[in-house]
């Protein structure tokens, strides 16, 4: 009995629950519009750009884009390398005259010209020294007059008969003698003035001196290491770089046609950009790298550049006149090979295969498939397909055919103002 019980009022529930979706129904069917679901699935007229609206995504708006126009003009092909900055000349100051350093006439971190004087040298023992040379070649030189005054009366008595031929040639023997005496006096004077010179201790370039390796009251050597200070050439100021050995053809090519520009990339804390030219290329590759070694000038005016740091290079070493090009993350990839979504008049998409040649960072060379004026998607092209509709980005004009307003027919109802 309560079995029996149980089962009709389930019975029951079920009855009202039919009949109450029925009443929902029947509800619905009587509002504007009909059923949701019906009025979802109402397929729409075809006309202008119906095709295109049915293939709008989501709830029949147009996929937002950004677009760029396909423009012919000269693309520079670079090629980018790390480079170390190097002075074209540096040298380490040494005394060539051993003894006490006495005076430092540079200012640590100062520029200097060839030529200035750097430092001085106690000189009192060159000074000694270009005396005792200077006395020497007087000596000779009294001794050499004396000698060709004998000679002359050895010529004069060999003609009356007073003296012996073999004494004439034994007194032009010690005349020659004497000469070649003075000559070698007037070499040692010549060497003690340039050892007294090098007391006096002259830049031999013009740059700019580093930091104080001596002071003053030391005993300097020429064989000393670190020497008194370090000149380095500031401007112009050269960059030693690699590159891969297959870019050596086009790189040769490029130095044949003419200079070849380098600049430097920004690097941290804003520093300036560089622009100089390739200056030479090594005569070997290295075998265990494969790279060679390039050399580059900058004038450096400005100090930008500073040996012993590291910069970013860029080279330009092609040029592609008049090619048609293309932001390069306009360029996709699919399994027919490289395409692009062009923008059409009616503000839909086509996928166009494209042959593309050289690239850079930023562009791409399009060698078939995209004339110049038309434009292409650069970015929102992962939601797009053959014939999508789009809305260009910063576009006044509409991005698609504005559909017809429906007309309000009897049974619409107006929401009292």
Known sequence: MKRATGWLVALVLLAGAGGAWWWWQRQEAQAPGGPPNQQAQAPQAPGPGG???????????????????????????????LGTVVPLESVVVRTQLDGQLMEVNFREGREVTKGDVLAKVDDRNAQAALQQAEAKKAYDQ??????????????????????????????????????????????????????????????????????????????????DTNGIVTVTQMAPIGVTFTLPQQELPRLMRALASGPVPVETLPGPGNAPVARGTLLTVDNSVDPTTGTIKAKAIFPNEDRALWPGAFVNLRLRIEVVPQATVVPLVSIQRGPEGAYAFVVKQDRTVEQRPVTIGQTTQMDAVVQAGLQPGERVVTSGGLRLSAGTAVAIADDKAPSSPQAPRPRRTADARETPK
Do not use: C, H, W
């Open 142 to 223: 009294a001794q050499l007059a004396n000698a060709k005054v004998d000679l002359q009366r050895y010529q004069s008595l060999v003609r009356n008969a007073g003296a012996t031929q073999q004494q004439l040639d034994t007194q032009r023997a010690q005349v020659a003698m004497l000469e070649a005496q003075v000559q070698q006096d007037e070499a040692a004077i010549e060497q003690a003035r340039t050892q007294l010179g090098f007391a006096t201790i002259r830049s031999p370039l013009s740059g700019r001196v580093g930091i104080r390796q001596v002071d003053p009251g030391n005993i300097v050597r020429g064989s």
């Open 51 to 81: 095709a295109a609206r049915m293939r709008r995504p989501g709830n029949g708006t147009a996929v937002p884009v950004t677009v760029a126009e396909a423009e012919r003009r000269d693309v520079a092909l670079t090629v980018d390398a």
